[in-house]
């Protein structure tokens, strides 16, 4: 089939409503993709924006329902378990953004940068954002599109790495812009600055990064005063302050950016809106995040980006873990190998409650258990649960969402080993792509 009739195939599924027609958008190449688009008036886009979303929840509702048996054949617990095929469902609505508006997506690296499943991300994303000198060198050497790498603060040591592995380097102040922006330009590297917007709804004061007297971003009266300075040596601006949001908390946080920066913008190539956008939740309002970012570019004739990191793998991966004990203590309590102190830290440091598969909350069901790690930490608990049938030691439990921060931030605290990394690949094979030992905790001690 020529590609005229293909696309006018899609267009004809798209007018209908029909399911298939997501399916058909992304098979298309850019260029088809785009004469789609082209041709759509503004109902038919938002009807295709639906048709992506419900797509995309089909594909994780089917994957909930095998992930259980596919955790089975996990031979050792814990392990965090990543399905290939949902973090590119994930992709494919980024990438329908991108189609959209033109936008640069970039995966963020501090949520998620296990480089096993790099390859699905790859022909989705222009690049990686990184917070430093690693992070920037495992984005250039795996996944080897753009670098854009922002730090509170560099060093001169590793300043010299960011600046090698880098396309982008984004400052958090006027002294480390004047200190080494010279050293980017030499080397042909973009420059940015983070500015603080003046606004953010973020209710968890830890992670606010406009909270008051954060340390993230410049804050206006100081940029009002010293940005005209410098202003030739910058190509872009940073904003961040969102965390886990939907697009009307951006349209907010952009409302005080403009008023606080707006003048400012004439002259720059890119404006970055950061992260914390959750772009593929199923009730994210996508229709609103494309005329938020059309409306902008247009007032500024500047590139937008955005850092999306949770957005990529969410609810693409689980977290298998085993009860191995269970004691009582005026109620049962199941010690699992698996600890929110060490594999999920943000289950205490949020805090949340994380789900687990085939359970509610304390006291739905018929048996109530307290799910805690094996730790010393007396706090080491996840939570109450509640489940059909009682829990028999050796029982697994699955605790999803877990792709996202948790393997970047696990820790080996006490000693305890960290989970096994396994991929279920797209051809159904599960591949056990990293295992930890007593070398990696040793190793990393003196």
């Not at 098979?27 to 038919?44: I, Q, T, Y």
């Not at 973009?190 to 007297?213: K, S």
Request: glycine residues 10%; contains cysteine; positive net charge.
């Amino acid at each position: 089939m020529g590609a005229g009739l293909i696309i006018e195939e899609a267009l004809k599924y798209i007018s209908a409503k029909d399911a298939r027609a997501a399916a058909m958008y992304h098979a298309l190449n850019d260029r088809n993709r785009r004469r789609v688009l082209g041709a759509l008036d503004g109902k038919g886009l938002k009807s295709l924006t639906r048709l992506v979303m419900k797509a995309r929840s089909k594909v994780f509702r089917e994957a909930e329902e095998r992930t259980p048996g596919v955790a089975e054949g996990i031979v050792r617990t814990p392990a965090y378990l990543i399905d290939e095929s949902l973090i590119e469902e994930n992709m494919r609505v980024l990438r329908y953004v991108k189609d959209r508006t033109g936008c640069r997506i970039l995966h963020a690296l501090k949520a998620y940068a296990s480089f096993a499943t790099f390859g699905v991300m790859t022909p989705y994303l222009d690049g990686v954002c990184a917070s430093g000198a690693n992070e920037a060198r495992l984005g250039r050497e795996e996944f080897g599109k753009e670098v854009h790498t922002f730090g509170a603060a560099y060093t001169e040591k590793d300043v010299r790495a960011v600046l090698r592995y880098s396309d982008c380097v984004i400052f958090n102040s006027f002294h480390q812009l004047g200190r080494y922006g010279e050293a980017a330009r030499r080397l042909g590297r973009q420059i940015g600055l983070r500015v603080n917007p003046g606004h953010a709804e973020v209710q968890t004061a830890m992670y606010n990064p406009c909270a008051p007297r954060s340390r993230l971003g410049v804050v206006h009266d100081e940029f009002e005063r010293r940005f005209p300075a410098v202003a030739g040596q910058v190509q872009g601006l940073h904003f961040h302050a969102m965390c886990e949001q939907n697009s009307d908390v951006l349209q907010r946080i952009l409302k005080s950016f403009e008023r606080l920066y707006g003048r400012y913008l004439k002259g720059l190539r890119w404006v970055n809106f950061g992260g914390g956008h959750h772009i593929t939740r199923d009730d994210y309002d996508l229709e609103r995040l494309i005329g938020i970012i059309d409306a902008f570019k247009a007032r500024y004739g500047v590139e937008v980006y955005l850092e999306p990191g949770e957005a990529s793998v969410y609810h693409a991966g689980v977290l298998v873990s085993t009860v191995v004990d269970i004691v009582r203590n005026e109620m049962e309590i199941a010690i699992l190998d698996t600890s929110a102190e060490t594999h999920m830290p943000d289950v205490l440091l949020m805090p949340y409650r994380p789900h687990v598969m085939g359970s509610a909350e304390a006291g739905v069901k018929k048996h109530t258990y307290r799910l805690a790690g094996p730790s010393c930490l007396a706090g080491d608990v996840v939570g109450d649960y509640s489940f059909d049938e009682r829990l028999p030691r050796g029982a697994r439990l699955l605790f999803t969402d877990m792709a996202l921060y948790s393997i970047v931030k696990s820790t080996t605290f006490n000693g305890i080993g960290l989970p096994d990394i396994a991929v279920l690949r797209k051809d159904g094979r599960v591949e056990v792509v990293r295992r930890f030992g007593y070398g990696d905790y040793r190793n990393r001690l003196s």
